[in-house]
């Protein structure tokens, strides 16, 4: 079964930066497309990016174009969202999940606000 652990959430200024992490493991990293989503408070979770497994192929909400990118490092059973220029709308509880075997994170918290 393939683990996942979310980090580097945290409270940013509107405007600044932060790097999320999801680090795996258990089954073979490098086999998996994985995604992030977000779910602010009283909203549906929302899918935010898609890698696949190889880290070629990317997409994006069209809220985060621009902003955000998604990476994975398959040497390091790690994959990254860099979310730059971050909105207060931003804020929300951002997971990783692999699709395919429908595995979630338990997620990280990022808040922006002044």
């Known amino acids: ?23 795996a493991s258990g ?21 935010v990016a898609h890698i696949d497994s190889v880290g070629v192929r990317r997409n994006y909400a069209d809220s985060v174009k621009g902003r955000f990118s998604i990476s994975r490092d398959n040497r390091k059973n790690t994959m990254y969202l860099q979310m730059n220029s971050l909105k207060p709308e931003d804020t929300a509880v951002y997971f990783c999940n692999a699709p395919l075997i429908n595995a979630w994170g338990q997620g990280t918290q990022v808040t922006v606000s002044s």
């Open 27 to 47: 089954l073979p990293f490098g086999a998996y497309a994985l995604r992030w989503y977000r779910q602010a408070p009283g909203k549906e979770r929302e899918l």
């Open 1 to 23: 079964q393939l683990q996942l652990v979310e980090s580097g959430g945290g409270l940013v200024q509107p405007g600044g930066s932060l790097r999320l992490s999801c680090a």
